[in-house]
RNA sequence: GGAGAAAUGUCCGAGCUGGUCGAAGGAGCACGAUUGGAAAUCGUGUAUACGGUUACAGCCGUAUCCGGGGUUCGAAUCCCCGUUUCUCCGCCA
């Protein structure tokens, strides 16, 4: 959510700074300043009219205990209430109004991002590693080896429940569950604090973080309950803290989760329709921190190398994109994407995003700061990483790793999770 | 799922036969006095948000006693709905 005093005291650098992404939210701004100038002067007239009444509530005691009459005191107090009743209904109206069109609108892009319309636009950051060269033979991908391997099963999962699911079997399954425990072990090696959230959250929480009101076609949401299916730990754990003034020397504050995550897919019939890159399922360890503002962006980069870092244990070949204007998600001021190589699409895919929030989420979702007791609360600045997808790890683990006779090398570091060194198809 | 009880400021805890209650009292915390120093004691102070005004001091106003609605001239106090916690029963991993 924007500061309304940033958009009342500067539209015109709203406007400007919001049109970078290619929407249009000139008319809205227009809008949302009209009903901040309404819902003020409503303010100003009820507030007054409230002293008004307070100051008669404190009369009319005095007034009965000296005899007087106060019938026509009560007479006027009576009008008097059913005015403030009135300008109450509107003030509400007019505050929610407000609310639903500052919920609407996205973040303001950082400043230092590329400008551009999509995803073609975005900025290479740096390379790791080199894509494998596969000599003699022509590299399969992952869903055929899956199936040659026996180790992953779409067409049962979607008898079993619909497209894009996914049953895992034998070591396909062990294999999701080492790469989990290797990134969670990771992590909190590298002194994150493990979660393990809920994986059904209120409407509340997803305001906090951004899916909601915008999105709510994304999600699923649980029949006769008011709570939804996570479409990223980001939510539970991000709202973890919602609420609540953190104290300023404990901060960043940096914790890292297991969950699995369902998300709708609404505009993506025909994308990535085989395989395991796009699912309503998939699981995946989110790194979450709370920052101090002035540290958001030095904790961004820390983030995306400890992101990064996964990769690199795994020996999976990527590269780190910026995220140009356009293509910037709802929420976040400043993204970079982590792509993996995965030779079935013949280039970098992503398998990661890490994102600086700046306070658009912590001021949704009322997240503060303070040094001492005697400060103002100041909004945190939020951020995350997928640290990063499982499915699409194992993806790449087995295109990159596959070798001529169909089999796939085990990636070293996985080895102590698999307690083996090469998937090979069932006898 | 059924039946009861509860939710008050940083914490504990009054008020809940409606009226001057932002809210007694205590603890904690801050400052001051006392002391060679400390403990004890005494004094003073001790919420947040928003709006207005102003010299970023301050002042004025509004809101906040779990959340939301209602009754009333007036609600921490009465009524309704919801949430959470506790106890008992049921059910279960």
Redesign the pocket.
Known sequence: MLDI?WIRSDPDGVKAALARRGGRYDETIDRLLALDEER?RL??E???M??R??????E???L??SGQDVSPL?EE??R??EQ??ERAGQL?AAEASQRELLLGLPNRPNADIPDGADDRENAEVRRWGEPPAFEGFEPKAHWDLGAALGILDPERAGKVTGARFHFYRGLGARLERSVINYYLNTHTENGYTEIFPPFMVNRASMTGTGQLPKFEEDAFKVADTDYFLIPTAEVPVTNLHRDEILEGAALPLKYCAYSACFRGEAGSAGRDTRGLIRQHQFNKVELVQFARPEESYAVLESLTRDAERVLQGLGLPYRVVCLCAGDLGFSAAKTYDIEVWLPSYGRYCEISSCSNFEDFQARRASIRMKDS??D??RFVHTLNGSGVAIGRTVAAILENYQNADGSVTVPEALRPYMGCERIAPED
């Open positions: 005093k003020r303010t100003t009820s507030e007054s409230k002293a009444q307070n100051a008669a509530s404190r009319i005691p005095a009965k205990k009560l107090m009576k008097l209430s403030i009743k509400a007791a005697g103002k609360a």
